[in-house]
């Protein structure tokens, strides 16, 4: 069974920084592409930025410039390094693989959450 853990979120004061960390037990990370989403309450998840098997990178325009995601196929890893954080950032984050020969390996890692306040 495939295990994806997210790590790195917390409490953080508007204008600061954090960077989350996303780990999957899965083979060939390569073949995966990989991203991160959030949901706020009573909203829907969105999807914050995305990072093909090519490393090319998708980051919507309301975080980016603030935002950036890598990864480290070695370690089966994703990262999202988030800067200049406001309120409107808060919200439980997810880290998703999926692999892009098989959309049947899909994994959700179990979300983290993400507070912006003073």
């Known amino acids: 069974q495939v295990q994806v853990v997210e790590s790195g979120g917390g409490l953080v004061q508007p204008g600061g920084s954090l960077r989350l960390s996303c780990a999957a037990s899965?083979?060939?990370?390569?073949?995966?592409?990989m991203g991160w989403y959030r949901q706020s309450p009573g909203k829907q998840r969105q999807r914050v930025a995305v990072i093909g098997t090519a490393y090319h990178t998708d980051i919507p325009d309301f975080v980016k410039g603030r935002f950036t995601i890598s990864r480290d196929n070695a370690k089966n890893t994703v990262y999202l390094q988030m800067n200049a954080l406001t309120p409107d950032d808060t919200a439980v984050y997810y880290c998703?693989?999926?692999?892009?020969?098989?959309?049947?390996?899909?994994?959700w890692g179990q979300g983290i959450q993400v507070t912006v306040s003073s």
């Open positions: 899965v083979t060939s990370s390569e073949m995966s592409a």
């Open positions: 998703n693989f999926h692999n892009v020969q098989n959309p049947n390996l899909n994994y």
